[in-house]
């Protein structure tokens, strides 16, 4: 049976994660985007709150980016970015996704909604300033575990990377990223893979 798959959002928002892993797994996808689409009665129907990234897969509605691209990878085992459900390294999988998600990305998008919202909030004023130490602190625990590896599973790239990447790459524009990191590095690698959607 022909997967079926449609993407809502491209371009440099967390849509990228998808694109990337679309572009890894060599597989069709249609993709969605224009103006108006956030916050639209159509995504409203794939996403709670009509925001994008969201997809259709064989028919069924999935939203969050790392959500859809983790499916994706479960219905191509063969690709080998995801590792098996139940063992060790799946285990590290979610939790390195985990961490990203919890300990920097969730500080970076509060801040960035913060700026949003309140336009005159100066960078020094909390919570911008708690929110860059916090973030910090979890970009600090992934250099060091980068230091040992050129993947965050270990030697082979996974979906992991490209999860996780898109928030360090967010980090390194916002330069939250301490210049000797490692992560820098790893960052470099990444985007020498013909398929990387980071930007």
């Known amino acids: 049976m022909e997967e079926k798959l449609t993407i809502y959002g491209s371009g440099g928002n967390r849509a990228a994660r998808c694109i990337w892993t679309v572009n890894e797994l060599g597989i069709e996808a249609h993709f969605v985007n ?9 995504l409203r129907l794939v ?21 859809i691209c983790m499916q994706l990878c479960d219905l191509h085992p063969e690709k080998g970015l995801l590792p098996a459900s ?4 799946r285990g590290s999988a979610t939790q390195w996704i985990s961490f990203a998600q919890s300990e920097i990305e969730a500080y970076l998008w509060h801040s960035f909604r913060a700026t949003r919202l309140l336009p005159d909030l100066k960078a020094s004023e909390f919570p911008i300033s708690f ?33 996780v990447s898109w928030t360090v ?30 930007s």
């Not at 064989?58 to 959500?67: Q, R």
């Open 34 to 42: 224009y103006s108006g689409l956030i916050g639209s009665d159509e």
């Open 47 to 67: 996403h709670p709150q009509a925001k994008i990234p969201a997809a259709i897969i064989n028919g069924a509605s999935i939203f969050e980016s790392a959500a």
């Open 86 to 89: 139940g063992t060790k390294e």
């Open 131 to 163: 929110n860059n130490d916090m973030a910090k602190s979890g970009l600090q625990a992934l250099s060091s575990h980068m230091d040992n590896v050129d993947y965050l599973l270990g030697e082979e790239f996974s979906v992991v990377d490209i999860i």
């Open 169 to 198: 790459n967010w980090a390194i524009k916002l330069s939250l990223v301490e210049p000797e990191s490692s992560l820098h590095d790893y960052i470099a690698r990444l985007k020498e893979r013909e398929a990387c959607a980071l």
